[in-house]
C-alpha cells in the first residue's frame, strides 16, 4: 500500500498550497459597502419619556403627512379630545387595547369596543374621511397610546395623557 500513502502526500502538499494562494488573495474586497440606509427612522418606539413635549390641547389634527398633530397632547379628565382629518387621505383613531390605563374606556373610531373588533371593521366602520371628525371624552387618568390603522406602518401613532 505505499503507493496510496504517496499519493497522500501529494494531496497534502496540494492542499496546503491552496491555503497559502487563499490567504494572499484575501484583502482586496474593496469596493462594496457604504449604504447609507440605515438610520432615518426617528420617531421610533420612544416610551413617552424624557424630551417629549406634550401639548396642552384637546384638539389633533390627521395629516396628508400621516402624522396626528400634536402627537401627544394632555388634557384634564373629563375632557372630549377631537380628532379632525385635514387632509384628504382617510385614517382611523384606534387606540391599543394594552396601553391604556386600567379600567379605562376602549376608544376608537367607529364606536368598536375592542382592538380586535376595530381592525376587522376597517375601513367599512372606523375611517375618518376628509373633514371628518372623532370624539372621545377620556374620563380617567393615564397615558393612552393610540393608531391609525392604515398607516400604523407609517408610524402614525399618538398619545394622550390625561390627567
Ligand atoms: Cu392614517
Request: aromatic letters at 10%; a negative charge; proline letters at 4%.
Amino acid at each position: 500500500m505505499s503507493q496510496d500513502t504517496t499519493r497522500r502526500r501529494y494531496l497534502v502538499a496540494l492542499a496546503s498550497t491552496g491555503v497559502g494562494l487563499g490567504l494572499a488573495g484575501c484583502g482586496s474586497g474593496g469596493a462594496s459597502t457604504d449604504s447609507p440606509t440605515e438610520s432615518p427612522t426617528e420617531s421610533g418606539g420612544s416610551d413617552g419619556g424624557s424630551g417629549e413635549s406634550w401639548e396642552g390641547t384637546s384638539t389633533v389634527e390627521m395629516t396628508d403627512d400621516l402624522t396626528f398633530a400634536p402627537k401627544r397632547i394632555e388634557v384634564e379628565a373629563g375632557t372630549t379630545v377631537t380628532w379632525e382629518n385635514v387632509g384628504t387621505i382617510g385614517h382611523s383613531i384606534t387606540a391599543y387595547e394594552e396601553n391604556i390605563p386600567d379600567g379605562a374606556e376602549y376608544f376608537a373610531s367607529g364606536g368598536f369596543d375592542s382592538q380586535q373588533a376595530a381592525a376587522d371593521g376597517y375601513p367599512d366602520e372606523g375611517n375618518v374621511t376628509e373633514g371628518g371628525t372623532y370624539e372621545h371624552t377620556f374620563e380617567t387618568t393615564g397615558e393612552y397610546e393610540y393608531y391609525c390603522i392604515p398607516h400604523e406602518m407609517n408610524g402614525m401613532v399618538g398619545y394622550v395623557r390625561v390627567v
